[in-house]
């Protein structure tokens, strides 16, 4: 997945692979500027990137569809919730013109049958008097009140997939964890398949079966969020996981940062471009691409010198 640039292409996306199972959660995880969210938007062409590669929904490859065939999955069975509802919210409009859309558009519904299914669905995920909701403008509702009428609205379609760009971004912490619980929900209930992008570590620990640990556009772990996340082989996973505030940490203890940052445009993307930060690096992580292999328990691993190494052979 590419840009193009002043005087090369931008790689946002390189060589990632992963499933989407149905009433799993997958958590992608990572720094700002690695690329989740256009990983996420790759998914059904929202984005003005060149996408190369397969995206694969019912044996159909999404890579190159049409608008008119990429809009037919858009919302009906591949739906987003994004991170500031503020955003995504039209301001003009109540909440109710904005739900009834979803279903009329994408599920065949009359306006009245439409605005029962609103109500129906505003109450599933837990806002007091969906009735009230429905005739107010997104300004009149809380940050988490918007942030639910989001996955109401995503709900609307009746999707497969259901895809979270950072849901939980400014919501305070009770909150956060309302809003994780009901995504969790919904993915058990409704056997969806989830993919849940974040920053935050407590946040895919909290909610995901699987994580994807994404670094400068590619993959550098992904397994079972349990294993990697207690024993992370990659050195990046562990240099997140460090750098997490801990409150059983002791209070003398400073929180470990991660030197360096996020290589440029023009780096050599024949190397391991978390090499030139990586306390484990050697001559052949700057000048041999680490492949992506398969270490058990459907565990899989980018590194020439992983943590645990002996357990990868």
């Given at each position: 997945?590419?840009f193009?640039?002043?005087?090369s292409?931008?790689?946002?996306?390189?060589?990632?692979?992963l499933?989407?199972?149905?009433?799993?959660?997958?958590?992608?995880?990572?720094?700002s500027?690695?690329?989740k969210?256009?990983?996420?938007?790759?998914?059904?062409?929202?984005?003005?990137?060149?996408?190369?590669?397969?995206?694969?929904?019912?044996?159909r490859?999404?890579?190159?569809?049409?608008?008119?065939?990429?809009?037919?999955?858009?919302?009906?069975?591949?739906?987003?919730?994004?991170?500031?509802?503020?955003?995504?919210?039209?301001?003009?409009?109540?909440?109710s013109?904005?739900?009834?859309?979803?279903?009329?558009?994408?599920?065949?519904?009359?306006?009245?049958?439409?605005?029962?299914?609103?109500?129906?669905m505003?109450?599933?995920?837990?806002?007091?008097?969906?009735?009230?909701?429905?005739?107010?403008?997104?300004?009149?509702?809380?940050?988490?009140?918007?942030?639910?009428?989001?996955?109401?609205?995503?709900?609307?379609?009746?999707?497969?997939?259901?895809?979270?760009?950072?849901p939980?971004?400014?919501?305070?912490?009770?909150?956060?964890?309302?809003?994780?619980d009901?995504?969790?929900?919904?993915?058990?209930?409704?056997?969806?398949?989830?993919?849940?992008?974040?920053?935050?570590?407590?946040?895919?620990?909290?909610?995901?079966?699987?994580v994807?640990?994404?670094?400068?556009?590619?993959?550098?772990?992904?397994?079972p969020?349990?294993?990697?996340l207690?024993?992370?082989?990659?050195?990046?996973?562990?240099?997140?996981?460090?750098?997490?505030?801990?409150?059983?940490?002791?209070?003398?203890?400073?929180?470990?940062?991660?030197?360096?940052?996020?290589?440029?445009?023009?780096?050599?993307?024949?190397?391991?471009?978390?090499?030139?930060?990586?306390?484990?690096?050697?001559?052949?992580?700057a000048?041999?691409?680490?492949?992506?292999?398969?270490?058990?328990?459907?565990?899989?691993?980018?590194?020439?010198?992983?943590?645990?190494q002996?357990?990868?052979?």
């Amino acid at each position: 997945m590419t840009f193009p640039g002043d005087e090369s292409t931008v790689v946002a996306v390189d060589g990632v692979s992963l499933r989407l199972l149905p009433g799993r959660v997958t958590g992608v995880l990572g720094e700002s500027g690695s690329g989740k969210s256009q990983l996420a938007l790759a998914l059904t062409g929202l984005t003005s990137a060149t996408i190369t590669g397969t995206v694969k929904f019912q044996d159909r490859n999404l890579v190159g569809a049409s608008e008119q065939a990429l809009n037919r999955v858009r919302g009906r069975h591949i739906a987003y919730v994004f991170q500031d509802p503020m955003a995504s919210l039209n301001p003009y409009l109540r909440i109710s013109t904005q739900l009834v859309e979803i279903a009329t558009t994408h599920r065949g519904c009359s306006r009245a049958g439409a605005r029962r299914l609103a109500i129906e669905m505003l109450g599933r995920v837990r806002i007091p008097e969906p009735a009230r909701v429905m005739a107010s403008h997104p300004h009149e509702l809380s940050g988490g009140m918007r942030q639910r009428v989001m996955i109401a609205m995503a709900m609307m379609g009746d999707p497969d997939i259901l895809i979270a760009d950072e849901p939980t971004t400014a919501l305070d912490a009770t909150v956060q964890v309302q809003i994780l619980d009901l995504l969790r929900e919904l993915c058990d209930t409704e056997n969806l398949a989830a993919m849940v992008i974040s920053h935050d570590i407590g946040v895919v620990a909290r909610i995901a079966d699987d994580v994807v640990v994404m670094y400068a556009g590619r993959c550098a772990e992904r397994g079972p969020v349990s294993a990697v996340l207690k024993a992370p082989r990659h050195p990046y996973t562990r240099e997140l996981i460090n750098s997490t505030p801990d409150l059983k940490r002791p209070s003398d203890q400073e929180i470990a940062g991660i030197p360096g940052q996020l290589p440029g445009p023009d780096v050599d993307r024949g190397q391991c471009l978390f090499s030139a930060r990586c306390p484990r690096a050697a001559d052949i992580c700057a000048s041999v691409r680490p492949s992506l292999v398969a270490g058990g328990g459907g565990r899989f691993l980018a590194c020439h010198f992983p943590l645990d190494q002996d357990a990868m052979q």
